[in-house]
């Protein structure tokens, strides 16, 4: 169940053709599988959705199953992406997927002796959302892996549109088979679709990957500096903030939209069906159609429609009740739905580093999924108090406000951010071999700044500090001599030693493109001078 709903874009790197990736049997072989898993996994939840409505036809208890589902990608996305990050992701995927088949196949066993319980039930959904988080991080991190540099803008897009492709397949499908067979049926249909993937994995051997010199992170290290850097990335920070505002009241659909499905409209599992596969058919529309419409709106303008669109689909919803009419809203919901979240997502990806992507991603799940587990409680309590129209009109309104309050934060400031290592620091001098667990470490550097480039110095510094926080730092501050002015000296501080040499491997152009507008303004020939201090010896 690779799910690819949080899947995003990639730094644009040259033309290739939308259709390039499929050259290269591992990326075919890999986007196939994921497609058969992905239709599954959308069986899935239209089986659990509308199993809870027979156990338990209340709106909180609906609401849960998609709360069941987003919690546990909130809770555990940051430790599956450093995981991603320190471990075989192959060999992660491989095994995660197992375990998940297995499980699909025994809630589609409880299913068919009719021995599921609207708890047991939500268990089950938090521990397949658990694996989903798992999976989510270490999936998104392998495209690289299977095409070249230059194609990896068109084999994110071609995921993203199998994702959708499975989203108009699966939901419909789930329908007939419910109608036809039974509500067991489609979970036993998930767990097969765990092996195609599984299989696909066994089959392919990705490329050695480039090794440091220096020691792996530890699991609770790794975790702090994804998080270091989540915290220093001005575009990571703005891209968190607008996902928030929107997914908090999108979910509004999601979570109520069996029961609009069953209350408000009287239809029954092949409907609910329908509604989602014209969520997948509008969403492969609106992936066509990205293009063009981020070339007239860019990313920003298109975050914006897409916003318009999901509040007009709320309002439709609780104003018109027409079956005809919630299959038409729903093919806007799905364009509205990629518009935002591919924008959001290549906004994601142009802020991060390949050191830290797993990690970076993991962040931008835990937001995603965390606003949508927070808005589907949010919404199905509201709507067990004031009805499920009611809700649906104060959702519409909440997004409208909410992305007028945000739209100072622009997406995609990441974009002409060059992230590739420079290596263009030299190793640091010591008298003799420093403990790599030593520390903290502080390292010092020493300008001498015109007075009348004080002004322009100080700008970029701030820039510099976030840089230097976000490849490790822990501190950062910057001193002026009071008895010299335009003497100024900057230090930051880093947990240990081998903290620090792995700065130095993560440093990046864009780094040192800044770190030269710095060079620029400090006066004479030598460079600053830089100095390593480090905790005394016992």
Same mark, same amino acid.
């Given at each position: 169940?690779?799910? #690819?709903?949080?899947?995003?874009?990639?730094?644009?790197?040259?033309?290739?053709?939308?259709?390039?990736?499929?050259?290269?049997?591992?990326?075919?072989?890999?986007?196939?599988?994921?497609?058969?898993?992905?239709?599954?996994?959308?069986?899935?939840?239209?089986?659990?959705?509308?199993?809870?409505?027979?156990?338990?036809?209340?709106?909180?208890?609906?609401?849960?199953?998609?709360?069941?589902?987003?919690?546990?990608?909130?809770?555990?996305?940051?430790?599956?992406?450093?995981?991603?990050?320190?471990?075989?992701?192959?060999?992660?995927?491989?095994?995660?997927?197992?375990?998940?088949?297995?499980?699909?196949?025994?809630?589609?066993?409880?299913?068919?002796?009719?021995?599921?319980?609207?708890?047991?039930?939500?268990?089950?959904?938090?521990?397949?959302?658990?694996?989903?988080?798992?999976?989510?991080?270490?999936?998104?991190? &392998?495209?690289?892996?299977?095409?070249?540099?230059?194609?990896?803008?068109?084999?994110?897009?071609?995921?993203?549109?199998?994702?959708?492709?499975?989203?108009? &397949?699966?939901?419909?499908?789930?329908?007939?088979?419910?109608?036809?067979?039974?509500?067991?049926?489609?979970?036993?249909?998930?767990?097969?679709?765990?092996?195609?993937?599984?299989?696909?994995?066994?089959?392919?051997?990705?490329?050695?990957?480039?090794?440091?010199?220096?020691?792996?992170?530890?699991?609770?290290?790794?975790?702090?500096?994804?998080?270091?850097?989540?915290?220093?990335?001005?575009?990571?920070?703005?891209?968190?903030?607008?996902?928030?505002?929107?997914?908090?009241?999108?979910?509004?659909?999601?979570?109520?939209?069996?029961?609009?499905?069953?209350?408000?409209?009287?239809? =029954? /599992?092949?409907?609910?069906?329908?509604?989602?596969?014209?969520?997948?058919?509008?969403?492969?529309?609106?992936?066509?159609?990205?293009?063009?419409?981020?070339?007239?709106?860019?990313?920003?303008?298109?975050?914006?429609?897409?916003?318009? =669109?999901?509040?007009?689909?709320?309002?439709?919803?609780?104003?018109?009740?027409?079956?005809?009419?919630?299959?038409?809203?729903?093919?806007?919901?799905?364009?509205?739905?990629?518009?935002?979240?591919?924008?959001?997502?290549?906004?994601?990806?142009?802020?991060?580093?390949?050191?830290?992507?797993?990690?970076?991603?993991?962040?931008?799940?835990?937001?995603?999924?965390?606003?949508?587990?927070?808005?589907?409680?949010?919404?199905?309590?509201?709507?067990?108090?004031?009805?499920?129209?009611?809700?649906?009109?104060?959702?519409?309104?909440?997004?409208?406000?909410?992305?007028?309050?945000?739209?100072?934060?622009?997406?995609?400031?990441?974009?002409?951010?060059?992230?590739?290592?420079?290596?263009?620091?030299?190793?640091?001098?010591?008298?003799?071999?420093?403990? /790599?667990?030593?520390?903290?470490?502080?390292?010092?550097?020493?300008?001498?700044?015109?007075?009348?480039?004080?002004?322009?110095?100080?700008?970029?510094?701030?820039?510099?500090?976030?840089?230097?926080?976000?490849?490790?730092?822990?501190?950062?501050?910057?001193?002026?001599?009071?008895?010299?002015?335009?003497?100024?000296?900057?230090?930051?501080? #880093?947990?240990?030693?081998?903290?620090?040499?792995?700065?130095?491997?993560?440093?990046?152009?864009?780094?040192?493109?800044?770190?030269?507008?710095?060079?620029?303004?400090?006066?004479?020939?030598?460079? /600053?001078?830089?100095?390593?201090?480090?905790?005394? #010896?016992?």
């Amino acid at each position: 169940m690779p799910s #690819e709903r949080t899947s995003g874009g990639a730094p644009p790197e040259a033309a290739a053709s939308a259709w390039a990736p499929f050259r290269h049997a591992a990326f075919t072989v890999l986007w196939t599988a994921a497609v058969f898993s992905n239709v599954g996994t959308w069986m899935h939840d239209v089986a659990a959705g509308w199993l809870m409505t027979s156990l338990a036809p209340t709106p909180l208890m609906v609401a849960l199953v998609q709360s069941a589902t987003t919690l546990p990608m909130f809770l555990f996305a940051l430790p599956a992406g450093t995981l991603a990050d320190l471990v075989d992701r192959r060999r992660l995927l491989i095994g995660v997927m197992s375990v998940l088949a297995v499980a699909a196949a025994l809630l589609g066993l409880l299913a068919q002796l009719e021995l599921v319980t609207p708890w047991l039930l939500l268990a089950f959904t938090f521990l397949f959302g658990t694996g989903a988080a798992f999976v989510a991080p270490a999936w998104q991190a &392998i495209v690289p892996q299977l095409v070249p540099r230059a194609q990896l803008q068109p084999a994110v897009a071609l995921n993203s549109m199998g994702v959708n492709i499975s989203r108009a &397949i699966g939901p419909s499908l789930a329908g007939l088979i419910i109608a036809g067979f039974g509500i067991a049926w489609p979970f036993f249909a998930n767990a097969l679709s765990f092996f195609a993937v599984i299989a696909a994995l066994l089959w392919w051997r990705p490329p050695p990957a480039r090794r440091s010199p220096l020691p792996a992170e530890r699991f609770w290290t790794g975790l702090r500096s994804g998080l270091r850097f989540a915290r220093a990335s001005g575009p990571l920070r703005a891209t968190l903030l607008r996902a928030v505002a929107f997914f908090l009241f999108a979910s509004a659909y999601w979570a109520l939209l069996p029961l609009i499905v069953r209350q408000e409209l009287n239809g =029954g /599992p092949a409907l609910y069906g329908t509604i989602l596969g014209a969520v997948g058919l509008g969403a492969v529309l609106g992936a066509i159609a990205m293009p063009r419409v981020k070339r007239y709106l860019g990313a920003d303008g298109s975050v914006a429609a897409g916003t318009a =669109g999901t509040a007009l689909v709320l309002v439709v919803f609780a104003l018109v009740g027409l079956p005809e009419a919630a299959i038409a809203a729903s093919i806007v919901a799905g364009a509205s739905w990629i518009a935002v979240l591919s924008s959001l997502n290549v906004s994601a990806q142009l802020a991060l580093p390949d050191w830290v992507r797993a990690r970076g991603l993991s962040a931008f799940i835990m937001v995603f999924f965390g606003a949508m587990t927070l808005g589907s409680l949010l919404w199905g309590q509201t709507a067990s108090f004031l009805g499920i129209p009611a809700t649906l009109l104060i959702a519409a309104g909440g997004a409208l406000a909410a992305a007028l309050l945000v739209r100072p934060f622009r997406l995609q400031q990441g974009q002409g951010l060059d992230h590739t290592p420079s290596s263009h620091w030299p190793a640091p001098v010591t008298a003799r071999d420093v403990a /790599p667990d030593r520390g903290p470490v502080m390292v010092t550097i020493d300008y001498r700044i015109a007075a009348h480039n004080r002004g322009a110095f100080l700008a970029v510094m701030r820039d510099l500090e976030a840089a230097r926080r976000r490849d490790g730092a822990f501190a950062w501050n910057l001193f002026e001599d009071a008895a010299l002015p335009g003497r100024f000296l900057e230090y930051f501080l #880093e947990e240990n030693w081998l903290a620090h040499l792995r700065h130095h491997e993560r440093v990046s152009e864009a780094d040192r493109a800044l770190q030269a507008q710095v060079r620029a303004l400090h006066l004479g020939p030598a460079d /600053p001078e830089i100095t390593h201090f480090t905790t005394p #010896e016992a």
